[in-house]
């Protein structure tokens, strides 16, 4: 398997694919391997993610820089990526005793009931490129202490980043049949699916996660998804400063270039401040670095994936069909690499497909809205339910509308967030299930309920 650095379109690597009787016998050694792991402590398992943590620490410029290399993310924005794994272990440090230590619930002299919460056993990580560090140690991490061996199989384009991290696992003293990062692409994900694993937990697009989900029904193991989303965002009328409100919005519409599942994806804009946002958000736009990914200046770099610039085209000419007007960008930047120039659309409606398709791109379309109650409806139609975020000086305000939408994170005045403290779910065509926080754990353990009689 090439592996090609989206800025220069150079292979930087060749990789063998993991055959159908390596992934047996991967299988194998995680059966017998997590035998084992299930039966040391927590705080043993603990130990292994916190020196993990270390020596992603001590190497967070590499770390950092394989990213960029295999997905043209710009450096700055890899180094933050990777410190987010820090602070995963930190939450667990804190907290992942406590989220699976036995629950007594009845403790009377003639009856005792309580639960104990047992790992799955061996699960499968299937995982998308857009942020490929978090999105994996949101699985893993949590996976690993709760007693599960992992099999990983990363994105084909961040497999680089995958097997880094499989390197310090390993030196971390999780043990080589306890996690086994796998090298393909699509097909090596059917044969997993095809395979004998206890749980199926899926970062990645809805069609796949459909496809996941049908294909493993009749296992009746757990299978979560965390698949795509077409985020909306309000500005109401009374934000307290435009130009900022503005500055925010860009930020969460452009960065990673918009390969975030939580991106904002469209932006409703009272009447009364639009064209006054739309200045500030295009002079902001416009103000972005685009270019080397290495260079720590650079906010905007490729695209990770050739096929999407197509894709990115494709919304822009139907936008202005259906009469959108561009105000920034608008196409491919010619040369080596794959990079599409920040794009700006007003006059949006909702048939166009940049305002109900998933971009996963630098492009943004604005739409002006005269109330709160044609915000959401707008913000409401959708088969998607990740985020919805709404910026306002009123709390109430913007809460009340918050309140009513079916998705699995609110934002007032903040958007593109993700806090180990809160799970990360989707509805509807984004997803199934949570990562992160207790219900994140508790995703990878099954409850046992004792009654006991003394
Ligand atoms: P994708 O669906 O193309 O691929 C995801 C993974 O599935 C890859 O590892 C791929 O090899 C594998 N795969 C492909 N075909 C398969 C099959 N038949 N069986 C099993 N596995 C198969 O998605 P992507 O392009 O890697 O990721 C982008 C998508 O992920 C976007 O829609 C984005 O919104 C979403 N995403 C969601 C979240 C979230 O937390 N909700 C986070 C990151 C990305």
């Not at 047996?24 to 993610?49: F, H, N, P, T, Y």
């Not at 965002?233 to 307290?240: A, G, K, R, S, T």
């Not at 007032?412 to 299930?433: E, K, M, Q, T």
């Amino acid at each position: 398997m090439q592996i090609i650095n989206p800025a220069t379109e150079e292979i930087i690597s060749e990789l063998q694919v993991t055959s159908k009787d390596e992934l047996r016998s991967v299988l194998d050694s995680l059966r017998e391997g997590q035998k084992a792991w299930a039966q040391k402590s927590i705080e043993e398992r603990l130990e292994c993610i916190i020196r993990f943590g270390e020596f992603i620490q001590l190497n967070v410029n590499e770390l950092a820089e394989i990213l960029t290399l295999e997905t043209g993310k710009p450096l700055q924005q890899s180094l933050n990526e990777i410190k987010g794994a820090q602070n995963r272990v930190e939450h667990l440090r804190q907290n992942a005793e406590k989220w699976l230590a036995p629950e007594t619930l009845v403790d009377s002299g003639s009856t005792h009931e309580k639960i104990m919460y047992e790992p799955l056993g061996v699960i499968a990580n299937i995982s998308a490129w857009n942020f490929p560090y978090n999105v994996g140690y949101n699985v893993f991490l949590y996976a690993l202490v709760a007693g599960n061996s992992v099999l990983y199989k990363p994105s084909e384009f961040a497999t680089l980043t995958g097997k880094q991290f499989e390197k310090y696992l390993w030196q971390a003293g999780i043990p080589e049949n306890v996690f086994q990062c796998v090298v393909g692409d699509g097909k090596l994900g059917q044969q997993i699916l095809e395979a004998d694993l206890n749980g199926y937990f899926f970062t990645g697009s809805h069609g796949t996660g459909l496809h996941i989900a049908k294909t493993v029904a009749h296992k009746l193991v757990p299978v979560q998804l965390e698949l795509g989303g077409k985020d909306p965002l309000y500005i109401m009328d009374d934000v307290p400063d435009v130009k900022q409100a503005a500055i925010n919005a860009a930020e969460g519409a452009f960065y990673n270039n918009g390969q975030s599942c939580c991106a904002v994806e469209r932006i409703y804009v009272s009447e009364k401040i639009h064209d006054e946002f739309v200045d500030a958000f295009v002079t902001e736009v416009k103000s972005y670095k685009i270019g080397d990914p290495t260079s720590l200046e650079t906010f905007v770099g490729p695209l990770t994936r050739k096929q999407q610039l197509k894709v990115l085209e494709n919304q822009v000419t139907d936008a202005l069909n259906k009469g959108a007007i561009l105000l920034s960008g608008g196409k491919e930047i010619k040369g080596k690499g794959y990079y599409f120039e920040p794009t700006v659309i007003t006059n949006c409606k909702h048939e166009m497909a940049v305002m109900n398709e998933e971009s996963f791109g630098p492009i943004i379309g604005i739409q002006k809205v005269s109330s709160d109650s044609e915000a959401l409806r707008l913000m409401s139609d959708t088969e998607y339910g990740l985020t919805a975020a709404v910026f306002s000086s009123d709390e109430q305000r913007a809460l009340g509308l918050l309140n009513q939408l079916n998705v699995g994170t609110a934002y007032w005045n903040c958007c593109d967030r993700v806090s180990p403290n809160v799970p990360w779910s989707g509805r509807n065509n984004s997803g199934l299930g949570s990562t992160l926080s207790t219900q994140g754990i508790r995703a990878f353990v099954q409850p046992k309920s004792y009654h006991l009689r003394p």
